[in-house]
T-cell receptor, first 111, second 114 residues
Framework: RKEVEQDPGPFNVPEGATVAFNCTYS??????FFWYRQDCRKEPKLLMS???SGNEDGRFTAQLNRASQYISLLIRDSKLSDSATYLC????????????FGTGTQLKVEL | DGGITQSPKYLFRKEGQNVTLSCEQN?????MYWYRQDPGQGLRLIYY???????QKGDIAEGYSVSREKKESFPLTVTSAQKNPTAFYLC?????????????FGPGTRLTVL
């Protein structure tokens, strides 16, 4: 089983739609959680951290469920510019202080 | 502007040759990292360094070597011992190596071994 698992997609949605991605992690000792965004053939960039109580940044909402070991990202009112791959990232699973990356979920927002 | 630079953007090498990828940061970060990204796989950690003159192996260090002689520089050498070197290589840095400090990535180097 992968340490961090995501549905690779692609998710094709019309502009203005709401879309949600989920991610599961295998190690209950994982400490911190993040969503990164990666545009095609570019470097990843931090989108937002994920806090236990859930957090929101504009159109983006992230939630963490430690009991079920999953993380979610909700994007409301999708824009064409949201088209990218969204990487679920976990700090500290399996011992050792490091980030473990999921393979990413591809989002395509269409007119 | 502060940031991380990697050079070159594209690199082509013949099989059996060693090649060194450059990574420089002017963010005054203590920690630096090298990752490899292959299609359909998540980023995998090759080496990391928490401080000058110190570095540790990541998950896939075989066939790679690094040095950290200066705070701002963390070059990666891909040796001929690396069996599948063709990949997208990303360098990153953070203020310190912990869960609270964001890792910033450079633009990456695409290495193709012919």
């Amino acid at each position: 089983r992968k340490e961090v698992e995501q549905d690779p997609g692609p998710f094709n949605v019309p502009e203005g739609a709401t879309v949600a991605f989920n991610c599961t992690y295998s190690n209950s000792a994982s400490q911190s959680f993040f969503w990164y965004r990666q545009d095609c053939r570019k470097e990843p960039k931090l989108l937002m951290s994920v806090y236990s109580s859930g957090n929101e940044d504009g159109r983006f909402t992230a939630q963490l469920n430690r009991a079920s070991q999953y993380i979610s990202l909700l994007i409301r009112d999708s824009k064409l510019s949201d088209s990218a791959t969204y990487l679920c990232v976990v700090w500290g699973p399996g011992g050792g202080n490091k980030l473990t990356f999921g393979t990413g979920t591809q989002l395509k927002v269409e007119l | 502007d502060g940031g991380i630079t990697q050079s070159p953007k594209y690199l082509f090498r013949k099989e059996g040759q060693n090649v060194t990828l450059s990574c420089e940061q002017n963010l005054n970060h203590d920690a630096m990292y090298w990752y490899r990204q292959d299609p359909g796989q998540g980023l995998r950690l090759i080496y990391y360094s928490q401080i000058v003159n110190d570095f540790q192996k990541g998950d896939i260090a075989e066939g790679y070597s690094v040095s950290r002689e200066k705070k701002e520089s963390f070059p990666l050498t891909v040796t001929s011992a690396q069996k599948n070197p063709t990949a997208f290589y990303l360098c990153a840095s953070s203020l310190r190596q912990d869960s609270y400090n964001e890792q910033f990535f450079g633009p990456g180097t695409r290495l193709t071994v012919l």
